[in-house]
């Protein structure tokens, strides 16, 4: 399933986004007749859903759609300690199912694998840990989690 994101701004001016990418937008003053074509054409794709979101017209001059979309998908995002199948269920479902994409999660019983005394919250805590402090050269890895679980038992 793919989701079109209509954002309509107080001063009228519109962008559509795909999944959250940004596609294509209005500048002040122009009409919104071709967005709406594209809008009806990209409807017609099976699966395809639309979203309408009407938004203020940012206060600062120098603003672009990137500032609007963040506040608009921010919502999306998972928070940095929210650490839930959901959470990441919820993020994956902005992209097709045949997006390619690579990752790594790790779960309750990976925790338990490294100190089988951790309770439900201490894992919590430890996933928060874990993310919050992520570090792409170095990634998730058995001594980033212990790291990570020491941390919230001392």
């Known amino acids: 399933m793919q989701k079109l994101t209509r954002i309509t701004l107080s001063s009228g001016e519109m962008a559509i986004y795909l999944d959250g990418w940004y596609l294509i937008s209005t500048e002040p003053g122009d009409r919104a007749d071709g967005l709406d074509d594209i809008i009806t054409g990209l409807l017609s794709?099976?699966?395809?859903?639309?979203?309408?979101?009407?938004?203020?017209?940012?206060?600062?001059?120098?603003?672009?759609?990137?500032?609007?979309?963040?506040?608009?998908?921010?919502?999306?995002?998972?928070?940095?300690?929210?650490?839930?199948?959901?959470?990441?269920?919820?993020?994956?479902?902005?992209?097709?199912?045949?997006?390619?994409?690579?990752?790594?999660?790790?779960?309750?019983?990976?925790?338990?694998?490294?100190?089988?005394?951790?309770?439900?919250?201490q894992i919590r805590l430890a996933m928060k840990v874990a993310q919050k402090n992520h570090d792409a050269a170095i990634g998730l890895n058995w001594d980033v989690l212990q790291m990570a679980i020491d941390s919230v038992k001392s």
């Open 45 to 121: 794709i099976p699966g395809m859903t639309l979203q309408d979101i009407d938004a203020p017209c940012p206060a600062h001059e120098d603003w672009c759609w990137n500032d609007v979309a963040d506040g608009v998908f921010a919502a999306r995002q998972p928070d940095a300690g929210e650490c839930t199948v959901a959470a990441f269920t919820d993020r994956l479902s902005r992209y097709p199912a045949d997006a390619l994409c690579c990752g790594t999660f790790w779960l309750r019983e990976d925790f338990l694998a490294l100190d089988a005394s951790l309770t439900d919250e």
